[in-house]
């Protein structure tokens, strides 16, 4: 049922709160929800107009809040934004918006697209709510701000842009949402002084699905075994690392988890689900189980399966990381934790009461569950000696003979006493960790006015100390001068300050390096026969690093080094000092590096990121790999999720990003092959980026999700029918063909065409080699113009023409290509007949 608050101000009574609250209560319970005594609460303060702290355990229903929060706003006429910290949190929430307040009234505006863009209800991130307020401030059309995972302001990189809004919009109603919070005092009290609203808080609310904590210090199979037999199931695992979860998952799957029922339900559910990669086997293994496996590195549309597998009750046990503490939303009855410590990204540290608790607060949900268990499991040398213990009994010569295990080398020591501390304990009082950026600046500088007075209040009017404010104004100042010094801004006779250049639009927030990389285009030689890759290498210099990727790539580069140095007779001493210059590759970074000096002299804006070339795509492109070899060449199955997010990331930029007279065939092909390659994939990432970008003739996308989601996502669209891309996928399969060719692979060659054979393919490279000293494998010797194609309405045949130094092109290979088996199988499906001379 549609929440439209028309009715109400057709009536008049808009300006009522009591009104308000009423066709609100009146809604909720059309659709069968009785809100909990601190949602009335909370409600009865929104439609008051008074900012709200809500500070509730998770499964108290702040989601239902914030629609409330939102119903008010509309109806007494004000735009009103939710933000939240991920774009897949944002994505979710547009369409559950879309679906309760219509298509018409809802937006969302990411760093990729925007849809909508004037709707009422704005959903975002917090950085483009934040550059906003810093580009309009009082004067912005932002009426109330409804920020979830509010806990994120605590966030050392990211805390900024939770902040800054609180600190430039005082014409806002603030509604901040976290089961985290801890201490809001002082928030609170801040918030009311810049609003002139006064700030309700409601917190410390009774979960209404209790919490039950217990220590196990029984080996962790018997713990798991022990809670699937008494009733404790659906059970999340949190691990702390990707490879943990996996080996727990592995080490579960040979145990009864699910009843055959349950096996017989999954296995009907999920058998048509198309699970294309090395990864997608292992979990279609697990699932099939009742077991779950779910991080973020596994591609979104695995992920999407077990959390629906989840909810439908079907998997009694789900091996995870802690990224169920930022947003699953499945019944959990028992929270398990392997460990109470973690890695951050610095060193190993016990976890702190904020985590503990996001991550404790999934067990138990409402109308699911009458409790909730949360259990912590004991350090494994801790339960071994306790074990042994008990296996001696009362004998005293046996306990004597015991030979207590020792903690491992580098172990941060956790037990009961630590599990019953972050029990007890309140989350952590937030801390502020504002920033000052040329962007900021920039954005300030740009709203006009007075500049400097508005910099001067956002520096040393904030949440920080005062010795950090003191350290922002240095940094402002010195920021400010690079600024002036280039040129970008100037001083005016009456003292202000405005811009002497214009700012692409959402520089700060889309692409930030896109103005660096349309002036590095231009750099290239479009005559050149790696224009086409060469243009991809500056788009791929502007995305974030995927660390996965690049980590395996320099493995891999220095292991080859190596043993070409060992080749050679280079002595150790002297390859270890050349090892630490091995890197992963790094196309066109003198060029890039020199451009982006250049760059940032005159745009010193820029400086704020960092331009970084890798070669992914390219790399992908140049091995002429599937998406399945590839990540198996790296063996990073269990980062694919990381590896894909970056390839549609790169798909997008490159869309986007090159001008259209940029684009020779060459490229195009490129950039085609590229978007089919990640919809066959995955198609989540791209499909729905590309309708919201395409959007209707009103420019109003009506999407809605129905009520009883499917198992089965749609199939991507058939492979064959973009005829462009499918192209460029055929030719990589044949030049992958040449390639190994050029290696005398044989093994390899005869395991891509197991009917041509390692006989087959023997033959004829001797009888190649008899006449020419190479197969050369350059830019030239992958064009089209050395792919001759005949295609057909159910199959093509090829020949794959090899470039010999002689340049007398007589040789060739000749395949078919299966359309059908193609669209089945999401990639070129390609048989070699021969390979012989023309």
Known sequence: MRLDPTALRDSGAATDPDAIYLAFVEWAESTGISLYPAQDEAIIEIVSGQNLILSTPTGTGKSLVAIGAHFAALATGRRTYYTAPIKALVSEKFFSLVDIFGPE?????????????????????????????????????VGQ??????????????????????????????????????????????????????????????????LHFYYETTPIHETIEELLSTGQAPIYIVHFSQAAAMERAQALSSTKIASREQRDEIAELIGAFRFTTAFGKTLSRFLRAGIGVHHAGMLPKYRRLVEQLAQRGLLRVICGTDTLGVGINVPIRTVLLTALTKFDGTRMRQLNAREFHQIAGRAGRAGFDTAGTVVAQAPEHESENIAAIKKAGDDPKKKRKIVRKKAPDGFVSWGEPSFQKLIAAEPETLTSHLQVTSAMILNVIGRGGDAFATMRELIFDNHEPRARQRELARRALGIYRTLRDSGIVEQTPDGSIRLTVDMPPHFALNQPLSPFALAAFELLDPESATFALDMISIVESTLDDPRAVLGQQEFLARGEAVA???????????????????????????????????????????????????????????????????????????????????????????????????????????????????????????????????????????????????????????????????????????????????????????????????????????????????????????????????????????????????????????????????????????????????
Request: hydrophobic share 40%; glycine share 6%; proline share 6%.
């Open 564 to 838: 070409e140095m060992k080749r050679e007779g280079i002595e150790y001493e002297e390859r270890m000092e050349l090892l630490e210059q091995i890197t992963y590759p790094k196309p066109l970074d003198e060029l890039l590096g020199a451009a982006f000096e250049t760059y940032s002299a005159a745009q010193p804006w820029i400086r704020d990121f960092e331009v970084r070339p890798k070669s992914v795509v390219r790399d992908m492109y140049e091995r002429a790999m599937s998406f399945g070899e590839y990540v198996a060449f790296y063996k990073i199955a269990r980062s694919e999720g990381v590896v894909l997010r970056y390839l549609s990331d790169a798909y997008r930029a490159a869309s986007q990003t090159i001008p259209e007279h940029l684009k020779n065939e060459d490229l195009r092909d490129l950039i085609e092959w590229l978007g089919e390659l990640v919809r066959q994939v995955d198609s989540s990432l791209l499909d729905e980026w590309e309708e919201l970008v395409t959007g209707t003739d009103n420019g109003i996308v009506d999407l809605h999700r129905p009520d009883d989601e499917p198992i089965i996502p749609p199939a991507p669209k058939r492979l064959t029918t973009n005829v462009r891309a499918f192209r460029i996928l055929v030719r990589n399969e044949l030049f992958r063909r040449v390639q190994l060719a050029a290696r005398e692979d044989v093994e390899a060659l005869a395991a891509l065409d197991p009917e041509f054979g390692a006989a087959g393919w023997d033959a004829a490279l001797d009888a190649y080699f008899a006449e020419h000293d190479e197969i050369l494998t350059g830019p030239d010797a992958r064009s089209s113009k050395l792919l001759i194609l005949e295609e057909g309405p159910t199959s093509w045949t090829a020949r794959q023409i090899i470039d010999d130094p002689a340049g007398d092109h007589d040789w060739g290979i000749s395949a078919t290509i299966d359309l059908a088996a193609s669209d089945e199988a999401g990639e070129a499906v390609v048989t070699v007949t021969a390979v012989n001379r023309l």
């Open 145 to 210: 701000v409804v920020m979830d995972e509010f806990h994120f302001y605590a966030d050392p990189d990211r805390g900024w842009a939770w902040q800054v809004p609180l600190l430039t919009l005082p014409q806002a109603q603030f509604v901040l949402m976290s089961a985290t919070l801890g201490d809001v005092t002082e928030l609170a009290e801040d918030l009311t002084r810049r609003t002139g609203r006064e700030t309700a808080t409601v917190t410390g609310v009774e979960r209404p699905v209790p």
């Open 105 to 141: 009234n809802v937006g969302m505006v990411t760093g990729d697209s925007a849809v909508n863009a004037d709707a009422p209800i704005i959903c975002c991130t917090a950085e483009i709510l934040a550059n906003l307020a810093l580009r309009e401030g009082p004067d912005a059309d």
